[in-house]
């Protein structure tokens, strides 16, 4: 029967084959005791450590030797492997969405809630306490993640940033506006806004663009009277003959006569 075929490993010339084969590899260079074939260190000692420790490593630093750094904006730890140095990726993003560059202490503080949050529950940025998990929204753009607000809060914040954008106006002065109508849509005294918030009408005219601003902002009405508004054209007139129309029908007077 005849044997197998020798085979040479290409870098030592010796033969290669069976347990007794890898007793006679060289060690690897950098002294760590492992057997190479074909290259003069073993794959887990390739590379040399980037942070200058003199250590080998398989890939570019060995562990715990990483450069860390924490984000002057959100506190928050990372490997600052190249680029910007002072902001974590999150906050580079944001900023360039047109976040600004101060740091915000509440994110690093709605960190270390979410934590140490209980099992099943979630921190909330908006209202400040521990929901379940069912309040609240799940983020496309995270994965399997969640938004750091519940629900009720992210539409909340969803509005105030529609408000601020389109009219100029901050939540607070939203709420002035609706206390002096009273708590209610300004033309029907029935709708308060805590099942749809209630919209913030302007004048057509100065803005017909229909972004509108601060400065047109006439009040706030449920979406039934300011369709109303829409459909009479802000024509006071209209809303005239509508008075006379209910208070003396002209059908009576042919009908009852």
């Known amino acids: 029967m005849e044997g197998r075929p020798e085979t040479k490993d290409a870098f030592t010339g010796k033969a290669i084959g069976g347990h007794a084969s890898v007793r006679n590899l060289p060690d690897c260079a950098c002294g760590c005791g492992k057997k190479v074939r074909a290259s003069q260190y073993h794959s887990d000692c390739a590379n040399e450590c980037k942070c200058g420790c003199g250590q080998r490593c398989r890939y570019g630093y060995c562990p715990g030797h990483r450069p860390e750094s ?32 101060e740091r915000d202490e509440s994110l690093a503080y709605n960190r270390k809630m979410q934590k140490n949050a209980p ?48 009219f100029g106006i901050s939540p607070d002065q939203y709420l002035a506006i609706k206390d002096v109508q009273g708590g209610r849509c300004a033309i029907c005294q029935v709708a308060s806004g805590a099942t749809k918030a209630l919209a913030v009408d302007h004048d057509h005219q100065h803005c017909p663009s229909g972004s509108g601003c601060h400065e047109c902002i006439r009040g706030l009405l449920c979406s039934r009277c300011n369709n109303l508004l829409g459909f009479a054209r802000d024509n006071p007139d209209v809303f005239q003959r509508a008075v006379e129309y209910l208070i003396d029908p002209p059908a009576k007077a042919i009908l009852q006569s």
Do not use: M, N
Request: aromatic content about 12%; proline content about 2%; charged content about 30%.
């Open 119 to 166: 099992e099943g529950r979630r921190w909330c940025a908006g209202c400040e306490r521990y929901r379940s998990t069912k309040f609240f929204g799940q983020s496309s753009s995270r994965g399997a993640g969640y938004y750091s607000r519940c629900k009720p809060c992210h539409k909340a914040q969803l509005r105030a940033r529609h408000w601020a954008k389109r």
């Open 70 to 101: 924490v984000c002057v904006r959100c506190g928050k730890e990372f490997s600052a492997l190249g680029g910007d140095k002072d902001y974590c990726s999150t906050c580079r993003r944001h900023i360039r969405a047109g976040a600004p560059l």
